[in-house]
């Protein structure tokens, strides 16, 4: 498929299209087409920011028809608040020339406004499941109607947190109905839940779930400790113009509140923060100074790891290595997109080193180590949770914000040296992230590059 004028596109489209600068469809996008349009259910995997939002939505447009009906046709089911505006925007651009409606709902906002914006009549919703089953309980929004549903980031959807969330929706949902799945990685459980919950899905795999994009440059370091992490963060960050956007990942909000408490005394008028608990209207307000770059650094949860499209991110920095060796591949995955270069930086401590190690075993690459920056201070001071456990109870010289001053964190040589080991254990845990069949054919990926 050499440009979108080959497939089956209305003239609007085409138009919308023409007006993006998109003349290509991108593999996902030119295999997924037939198959959606053909009206069976489909599993659609391919790498992070290879355009699958255009892969569900071009066939999905095309085949809705204008109508004056209140009930909604389509539904778009995504797992965070701010993938529902970018979708939604998706959408309208792609709606530029045609009389389509779309609504985006989600929670943490005023239900009442999405309830009235629902009855004056829309085509497709997009939302995320909590609200979505709120609105459909209220009888505000009619289900009865609804022909496609898609679920992107499907694995995360179907994973424990949202999966009877999900479960709920498809009660209320008509049993005839087309079920459309994305996303860049697959698990197991998941591939399995997909067999038992939809009628012969038609995969299309464009990779293997866990293959690494080659235009990301992939480096990690062993780095002592909370404070140590900061220290190199910091002195890495000095250099602006070639951390020019600059998206942090921590794996919780105390530790991004916290990072953020240390980086704001050098970095202050560069840095902004997401997190759950911070309000919507907040939360918003930092993506787009990132995305503007009238803010050079965010720091943030995995809240932003999954989908979210924000242009030229020089790097993404792993402040701290992600123990589900998939939300590694979705977090880098925000650098790098449309074939732009990207780079990413992973923080591995002792203790985090076996997570590194189940992530490369899934992406079946290693990591190159980069040597510690001498001039970087090795901090002594330990995190709350940092702290012997044990010791805890009888230390007397623990200050009121949970921190002790000069402990050291012992036995740093032997615990590094682990990372490095490559024994029984690293088999171990290769086999536990082995690629199982289901997730389609290594060799495809290798047959595609070399044409
Ligand atoms: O969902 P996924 O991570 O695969 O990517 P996306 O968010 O749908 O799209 C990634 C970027 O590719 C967006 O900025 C699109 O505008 C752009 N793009 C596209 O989707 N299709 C093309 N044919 C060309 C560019
Ligand atoms: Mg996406």
Known sequence: MSTFEQLNLSKQQLNALHDLGFETPTPIQAQSFSVIMSGSDMVGIAQTGTGKTFAYMLPIIRSLKYSEQLNPRVLILVPTRELVLQVVEEIEKLTKYSNLRVLGVYGGTNINTQKRAILEGQDIIVATPGRLYDLALSKALKTSDIKKIVIDEVDVM?????????????????????????????????????????????????????????????????????????????????????????????????????????????????????????????????????????????????????????????????????????????????????????????????????????????????????????????????????????????????????????????????KNSKINQGGSYRREIAKKYKKPKTRGDKNFNKRNKRK
């Open 158 to 414: 179907l994973d424990l947190g949202f999966r009877f969330q999900l479960m709920n929706i498809f009660e209320i949902l008509p049993q005839k109905r087309q079920n459309i799945m994305f996303s860049a990685t697959m698990t197991d459980d998941v591939d399995a839940l997909i067999n038992d919950y939809f009628i012969a899905p038609k995969k299309v795999s464009i990779a293997v779930s866990g293959t690494p994009l080659d235009n990301i440059a992939q480096t990690t370091y062993n780095v002592e400790n909370f404070y140590t992490k900061a220290n190199l963060l910091s002195h890495l960050l000095k250099d602006k113009e070639t951390f020019s956007k600059v998206l942090v990942f921590v794996s919780n909000k105390r530790r991004a509140d916290l990072l953020f408490e240390v980086l704001n005394e050098i970095y202050n008028d560069e840095l902004c923060i997401i997190h759950s608990n911070k309000t919507q209207n907040y939360r918003i307000r930092s993506i787009k100074q990132f995305e503007a770059g009238e803010n050079r650094i965010l720091v943030s949860t995995d809240v932003m790891a999954r989908g979210l499209d924000i242009e030229d991110i020089s790097h993404v920095i792993n402040f701290d290595t992600p123990n589900f060796p998939e939300n590694y591949m979705h977090r880098i995955g925000r650098t790098g997109r449309a074939k732009k270069e990207g780079k990413s930086i992973l923080f591995t401590t002792a203790h985090e080193a076996d997570y590194r190690i189940a992530i490369e075993a899934l992406m079946d690459y290693k990591i190159p180590v980069l040597e510690f920056p001498k001039e970087v201070e090795i901090s002594e001071k330990l995190t709350r949770e940092e702290q012997p456990k044990e010791k805890e109870a009888y230390n007397p010289h623990k200050t009121t914000d949970g921190f002790v001053k000069g402990a050291a964190f012992h036995e740093k040589s032997e």
